[in-house]
Nanobody
């Protein structure tokens, strides 16, 4: 059974930092590209960042460039999202997802597995 379990969310003041983790089990982790998405209340799920299977290629949404960093540790079957300089508009539920495609993608519908999400709340 495939499981993706996010952790590290919480409440923080604007300008603060959080590090999200996503522990993956039930699949061959280093054969999957990984992504982070987020969904704020009343809004559609949006792409945040993605990383390819080896960690050599990353992609980030313009809204988080220079503030968020995606990384992975294949021996630990874990993907991370380091979030710095947080803003109130970063408030959302953050989801990690796994994709068996050839390249890391921004398209949510191309991801095969999803976690349950972790809440991030940034206050001004």
């Amino acid at each position: 059974q495939v499981q993706l379990v996010e952790s590290g969310g919480g409440s923080v003041q604007a300008g603060g930092s959080l590090r999200l983790s996503c522990a993956v089990s039930g699949l061959t982790f280093d054969r999957y590209n990984m992504g982070w998405f987020r969904q704020a209340p009343g809004k559609e799920r949006e792409f945040v960042a993605a990383i390819n299977w080896s960690g050599s290629i990353v992609d980030q949404a313009d809204s988080v460039k220079g503030r968020f960093t995606i990384s992975r540790n294949n021996p630990k079957n874990t993907v991370y999202l380091q979030m710095n300089s947080l803003k109130p508009e970063d408030t959302a539920v953050y989801y990690c997802a796994a994709d068996a495609g050839l390249m890391a993608t921004r398209m949510a519908n191309e991801y095969d597995y999803w976690g349950q999400g972790t809440q991030v709340t940034v206050s001004s």
